[in-house]
T-cell receptor, first 117, second 114 residues
């Protein structure tokens, strides 16, 4: 069964550094999402992306964050200048287009644990 | 924006008993309500979902009910098993033009005692 994949599984960085988290969504999916989960807390929506543009973003997704689909398969989240409070698990998810059947189900990747020192 | 509250935060049941987790939401425009199971260190996985035009949905031992008027929905797990132990998240989503903004609840840590 197709799965969403993410790399790296764990990223350690110094405060102020830029990081890029990578995701490969399921191949026939057209809607892509990033979430974060601080240890022991709930999953928080960051951004949704469709047709090469952001369709929705949360207040967490400020100017330090950006997303990109650089080619036909990858979907990336960039944090320009990391802060200590950016330490969290970052999940990518994807879903099919439309509003029918199970197409609105979001499939999550295994996550990237980001540690900012 | 949407606010989803979830109760209880922890729940312990004996194997074979039922477990009920309740959620409320604030935005009447929310029209899709998924439930996710997250095992320790793993990704959230959808276990059941319900749309706003349906009041109840069942899948084997799992059922979800939705009361749109009261803006609350619940997850029911019957005949619980040790492998049901995990954190369960409810979520409310506004599905518009195909994309979703999903707001998660704070999670319920379910422990099924053998």
């Amino acid at each position: 069964e197709p799965e969403v994949t993410q790399t790296p599984s764990h990223q350690v960085t110094q405060m102020g550094q830029e990081v890029i988290l990578r995701c490969v969504p399921i191949s026939n999916h057209l809607y892509f999402y990033w979430y974060r989960q601080i240890l022991g807390q709930k999953v928080e929506f960051l951004v949704s992306f469709y047709n090469n543009e952001i369709s929705e973003k949360s207040e967490i997704f400020d100017d330090q964050f950006s997303v990109e689909r650089p080619d036909g398969s990858n979907f990336t989240l960039k944090i320009r200048s990391t802060k200590l409070e950016d330490s969290a698990m970052y999940f990518c998810a994807s879903s099919e287009a439309g509003w029918g059947g199970r197409s609105n189900e979001q499939f999550f990747g295994p996550g990237t644990r980001l540690t900012v020192l | 924006g949407e606010n989803v509250e979830q109760h209880p935060s922890t729940l312990s049941v004996q194997e074979g008993d039922s477990a009920v987790i309740k959620c409320t939401y604030s935005d009447s425009a929310s029209n899709y309500f998924p439930w996710y199971k997250q095992e320790l260190g793993k990704r959230p996985q959808l276990i059941i979902d319900i749309r706003s035009n349906v009041g109840e949905k069942k899948d084997q031992r799992i059922a979800v009910t939705l009361n749109k008027t009261a803006k609350h929905f619940s997850l029911h797990i019957t005949e619980t098993q040790p492998e049901d132990s995990a954190v369960y998240f409810c979520a409310a989503s506004i599905h518009s033009g195909g994309y979703q903004k999903v707001t998660f609840g704070t999670g319920t840590k379910l422990q099924v005692i053998p």
